[in-house]
């Protein structure tokens, strides 16, 4: 599984992103689809995840802010970021979870500046 992950930047305080991750190599319906970030000097964390059926899940402190989508036959998974806050910055990973395994993509920054 390879997994794709663009739409990071720049961006400033109140402002809205979308991330896409692109999969490939794999059937990607079959896959429940994770997003992460990981903030400097700190864990890595669960942002929002969205099951093969499209059921989703949030972070309870990013509820009403972040929402996750997939669109199935391009093989993608979204995250709409709205009402961004510098504490939003971090290194957004997207994860494909299949079974007992887990599949990472690269990353993709998000920096929003005060």
């Known amino acids: 599984v390879q997994l794709q992950a663009s739409g990071g930047g720049l961006v400033q305080a109140g402002g809205s992103v979308r991330l896409s991750c692109a999969a490939s190599g794999t059937i990607f319906g079959a896959h429940a689809m994770v997003w992460y970030r990981q903030a400097p000097g700190k864990q890595r964390e669960l942002v929002a995840s969205?099951?093969?059926?499209?059921?989703?899940n949030y972070a309870d402190s990013l509820k009403g802010r972040f929402t996750i989508s997939r669109d199935n036959a391009k093989n993608t998974v979204y995250l709409q970021m709205s009402s961004l806050k510098p504490e939003d910055t971090a290194v957004y990973y997207c994860?494909?979870?299949?079974?007992?395994?887990?599949?990472w993509g690269q990353g993709t920054q998000v920096t929003v500046s005060s």
């Open positions: 969205i099951t093969t059926g499209g059921s989703t």
């Open positions: 994860a494909a979870v299949r079974g007992g395994s887990t599949n």
